[in-house]
């Protein structure tokens, strides 16, 4: 008997098996976007299409967050030795894989190096709401600018070997060309700190309070009680040029587009970080880098 059930999630029906040949079962409807967006050497830019493309995505996240990070898997997990989270089947997933990758027996393989998850606002508000709304308080956000269109970045993480620009830079094109592509008005989101002890970026967290707030209109508050002071009770001076060093490279590169931050970190025990919430209003974003985008977004449609 064949199978014409559809997916829960996407309503994508599954192709039908012919024999024994196996077949790819894709589970995301990408909308009119292509699944590969860009090839550069032996790095190919793509959308996760499949449930084994999410796999591999969570295989490569748990590598990054718990065998390389301060993360503490939850029992499923570490049985599976992946980051598994409800959250997956809802986003899409925008991966790099390396054609040329080594395993651990240094046979060449394919593999997924660097992931970054999307989550746009029409599927959150279907399926209960942004992952971040767990930390952070987003609807006063959302009633504001009732209007836009929002899309939520997160589980953004490459291999430690593969943390250059060149895959950082694939990564952003992605994310352009989805924003560009879904007409998005705001990214949004929660960036960490590495360590779950708030004290240890006393210095980070007031340097962000102090000279990248969000303006008023498009400030997030932390959840009251989860909410940890980013600026001290009494004003003290900061060394800006340390406090940005400390920082991590990808909030410094939000910093770099212009990006805003929230009202209070949050301590995430699990995955052992301070976070605080991001927002990037697409029309503030800095205008070199919406044509240095631009122009690789350009491409890729070509």
């Known amino acids: 008997m064949r199978d014409t059930s559809t997916d829960a999630i ?20 990408l909308l009119g976007m292509p699944e590969t967006l860009m090839r550069v050497g032996s790095l190919e830019l793509k959308l996760a299409v499949t449930k084994k493309d999410v796999r591999r995505a969570q295989k490569m996240r748990y590598r990054v967050f718990f065998e390389h990070g301060e993360a503490v898997p939850d ?4 049985l599976r030795r992946r980051d598994i989270c409800p959250f997956d089947r809802l986003c899409d997933h925008l991966l790099v894989i390396d054609h040329a990758h080594l395993d651990r027996l240094g046979r060449r393989k394919p593999a997924v190096v660097g ?33 836009k269109r929002f899309l939520e970045l997160g589980r953004s993480c490459v291999l430690p070997q593969y943390r250059s620009k060149r895959t950082l830079e694939l ?16 990214m949004i989101g929660c960036a960490s700190l590495p360590g779950a002890d708030a004290a240890r970026h006393a210095d980070a967290l007031a340097f962000l309070a102090q000279h990248a707030s969000a303006p008023e209109a498009w400030s997030v508050r932390a959840l009251p009680h989860r909410r940890i002071a980013m600026r001290a009770a009494e004003p003290v001076t900061i060394d800006a040029r340390r406090a940005l060093a400390a920082l991590p490279p990808l909030v410094k590169g939000y ?48």
């Open 10 to 29: 996407t309503g994508v029906r599954p192709p039908v098996q012919q024999g024994f040949w196996p077949v790819r079962r894709p589970v995301r409807d």
């Open 171 to 186: 990564l952003w094109r992605g994310v352009w060309a989805y924003v560009r592509h879904h007409r998005i008005d705001a």
């Open 75 to 78: 029992a499923m997990s570490a």
């Open 255 to 302: 910093l770099r587009l212009g990006a805003g931050f929230g009202d209070g970190a949050v301590a995430d025990a699990q995955f052992g970080v301070t976070d605080v919430f991001v927002v990037m209003p697409v029309a503030d974003i800095d205008v070199r880098y919406v044509e240095h985008f631009s122009g690789a977004v350009g491409s890729l449609a070509a």
């Open 115 to 147: 992931a970054y998850r999307l989550l746009r606002q029409d599927v959150a508000e279907r399926h209960g709401g942004f992952y971040s709304a767990q930390e952070f308080d987003v609807a006063p956000l959302l009633a504001r600018h009732s209007g």
